[in-house]
């Protein structure tokens, strides 16, 4: 990865300022994980940056690579409407940007592995 490239996390966003602590801890472990990459946070509501702010001002900076990963434990009704409109709004406002929208991170096949793993944890520990 190059300073052209960056990921943006992205999340409902909430009232409470404490509910985005996770995504930041995730942040910073990819920015630990990958120095070269640039991570940003941005959120639908509530909370700031927007989509839109967060791709702009990586646009701006000359990111000319976004990947926008959904923190949604799940493909509903916001990531299967509103975020592909937002995404390809932005496309139209940056056209010099690839941006590219991956699936809600629940999705993935190790983020079930580990949510279950935890689950049976959690399970495991509630006998003892």
Request: some cysteine; overall charge negative.
């Amino acid at each position: 990865m190059s300073e052209t490239h960056a990921v943006v996390l992205f999340g409902h966003g909430a009232r409470d300022p404490e509910w985005a602590r996770p995504m930041r801890r995730t942040r910073d472990h990819l920015r630990a994980q990958a120095p070269g990459l640039r991570v940003e946070l941005a959120f639908l509501e509530f909370m700031a940056p927007t989509l839109d702010e967060a791709i702009a001002a990586l646009a701006h900076d000359g990111i000319r690579r976004i990947t926008v990963v959904p923190m949604f434990i799940a493909q509903g009704g916001h990531l299967k409407s509103d975020v592909p409109r937002l995404v390809a709004s932005a496309r139209a406002l940056h056209p010099g940007c690839e941006i590219t929208l991956a699936l809600a991170v629940g999705e993935a096949d190790g983020v079930i592995a580990a949510m279950a793993d935890y689950a049976l944890g959690c399970s495991v520990a509630s006998r003892d």
